[in-house]
């Protein structure tokens, strides 16, 4: 077997399709015909952003459930309020650690694909309204949805 050089493996990925067969490790995989644009550590990487973000989301809408409508005469009071919930904290704590992890993923993959790719937080935003505050789903938003999946691996997954 000949050795790779430093560049190629540096942008060695697993070719999901051909991987379990010969343990094809190349970015664009000559017996299979397909290319990943991102490696499986950096698909951890989006994952992480975009379940941190989501969370984050999500704490932060129990958060402000805890706090209640926002009106002029409750507004500073409610301003104030967000450093000592702890709720709102952790959501954006959250938030944060799915800033960093976008962050480092910016670091190892195109803009371009990293970018629309974070649309997935959508989808899980949705999912969890509906799970965790019982949104309803209407047919129209259950097709952009799927859109969004779509556009999302036709981003990721080049043929």
Not at 20 to 43: D, M, W
Not at 70 to 93: D, R
Request: charged share 10%.
């Amino acid at each position: 077997m000949r050795r790779r050089s430093r560049q190629a493996e540096s942008v060695a990925t697993a070719c999901i399709h051909h991987y379990a067969r010969a343990g094809c490790k190349l970015v664009n995989c000559s017996a299979c015909k397909r290319i990943l644009v991102v490696t499986p550590q950096e698909f951890g990487l989006l994952l992480v952003s975009i379940v941190a973000s989501a969370l984050g989301q999500f704490f932060l809408k129990v958060g402000a459930l805890k706090l209640g409508k926002v009106t002029a005469s409750n507004l500073v009071n409610h301003v104030l309020s967000i450093v000592i919930t702890p709720e709102l904290l952790g959501g954006l704590v959250c938030y944060g650690l799915g800033a960093i992890a976008y962050i480092l993923l910016l670091t190892r993959v195109k803009l371009s694909v990293v970018g629309p790719s974070a649309a997935l937080i959508y989808v899980f935003s949705v999912l969890l309204g509906h799970f965790a505050f019982q949104e309803s789903i209407p047919g129209s938003r259950v097709v952009g949805l799927g859109l969004i999946i779509c556009g999302v691996v036709l981003v990721i997954w080049q043929r």
